[in-house]
């Protein structure tokens, strides 16, 4: 057993399992409470759906695809069931200017004036191309850094850690200060021909 692990590797088996179940605890956790402890957030499109006499009058977000434009109407389910007709007024905020098209997806927020009706207060347009554009740009963005780690770390099952592979080691040996390499353990090992006895 080294100086760098005076527990041993059944301990640093053990903290890894348990900051795994904290991390796993905290997203149920997380995505269980409300955004404020104190203020729910309105009902959306698939609690609305289902009973939509009873959310007459109140405050509603309803998510969809848009299937007509002159009214607006969304579908709120993919097979195009679930539609809402939008009225909106002069007070109605919008993030993009311009007509809206078929295929479009919105997300509305109002108030439910029946169960067919949506008189809304903010419309938000998510263009397709742009969800497409972030996608690509993570994806591309995740396979460099996978790329980058598996050229340069490998895991070891003995120390149970990642470790430099050779090369990657070696390309910072030839880049030490002094002639002078460091070791696995951070110790600095003497220069070629620079033996004390």
Do not use: C
Not at 61 to 80: C, K, M, N, Y
Not at 150 to 169: H, K, N, Q, S
């Amino acid at each position: 057993m080294t100086s760098r692990e005076p527990f041993g590797q059944g301990v640093r088996l053990l903290a890894i399992v348990l900051l795994l179940a904290a991390i796993g605890g905290l997203v149920i956790w997380t995505g269980a409470s409300p955004v404020e402890p104190m203020e729910q957030e309105p009902p959306n499109d698939v609690e609305v759906e289902p009973d939509r006499a009873s959310y007459v009058g109140e405050s509603v977000i309803l998510g969809g695809e848009v299937v007509e434009t002159d009214p607006l109407v969304i579908a709120t389910e993919a097979s195009g069931y679930g539609r809402f007709t939008v009225s909106e007024d002069g007070d109605t905020d919008r993030n993009v200017d311009g007509d809206l098209e078929p295929g479009d997806w919105v997300t509305t927020y109002g108030t439910l004036e029946d169960e067919e009706t949506l008189a809304a207060e903010r419309i938000t347009v998510q263009n397709s191309g742009e969800t497409r554009y972030m996608m690509l740009v993570s994806l591309v963005g995740g396979l460099f850094v996978v790329g980058r780690v598996l050229r340069d770390w490998r895991f070891d099952l003995g120390r149970l850690a990642f470790v430099p592979r050779e090369r990657a080691r070696s390309r910072s040996d030839s880049r030490s200060e002094g002639g002078r390499a460091r070791t696995d353990d951070g110790l600095e090992a003497p220069a070629r021909g620079d033996r004390r006895g």
